[in-house]
């Protein structure tokens, strides 16, 4: 092999041991990337699919109510996405109660100091919405997909429901809620329910 041989041999090897160090120096910037870029996306993808805000709240009022946190993280997520806002009904705050419901639990928790514009504080209206959410659990016996349905349905509707079922010998399952829309309430709850429970086990403190 001659000289001039040898020396395009090594300039090939020399040019080849450049590209794969290039090619190393890429996947490693990618592996970098990725390991930064990648918790940010999933952060920012489960903010806008399963949101959660207020945990501590919802933690705190959850504890003193004997209630699921998830189940409240996901009532507020059926009612609100957790965006204080105000709906077409005048249902406020967080866990939409309306100013009826509002005056209720104040009567019933023996407050004397409700302003409805205190239902656009987190603290005050979750405290209101566990408040009922717990008196329903009680007044349907612990019977979550009851006590949701008249959380969304009211209770004067869920009551003719069961007393309609307690004539026919049954029990009122959520298949036999005559609201579709509240049939359908319920059910996501439920499931959504399920997902906070899987997903921000930490934050509700379960």
Do not use: C
């Not at 407050?111 to 514009?117: D, I, K, M, V, Y």
């Amino acid at each position: 092999m001659t000289r001039a041989s040898l020396r395009t041999r090594e300039r090939r090897r020399a040019t080849l041991r450049r590209r794969l160090a290039a090619i190393a120096g890429v996947a490693a910037l990618v592996v970098l990337v990725v390991g930064v870029v990648e918790p940010i996306f999933h952060h920012a993808v489960k903010e806008v699919v399963l949101p959660l805000r207020h945990e501590d709240i919802i933690r705190q009022q959850a504890h003193d109510k004997r209630l699921d946190p998830a189940l409240v993280a996901a009532v507020i997520y059926a009612e609100s996405r957790f965006r204080d806002q105000t709906s077409a009904a005048g249902a406020k705050g967080l866990m939409q109660i309306t100013p009826g419901t509002a005056k209720f639990v104040e009567h019933l928790s023996g407050g004397t100091t409700f302003e409805l514009a205190d239902l656009s504080s987190p603290q005050v209206n979750i405290s209101y919405g566990t408040y009922y959410l717990r008196y329903l659990l009680d007044r349907y016996g612990d019977n979550e997909a009851l006590a949701l349905a008249a959380y969304n349905g009211g209770e004067g509707n869920v009551d003719r429901w069961v007393d309609a079922a307690r004539q026919k010998g049954q029990a009122l399952s959520v298949d036999a809620i005559p609201f579709g829309e509240t049939r359908a309430y319920v059910r996501s709850v439920q499931s959504v329910k399920r997902e906070y429970r899987r997903t921000y086990r930490s934050e509700l403190g379960l």
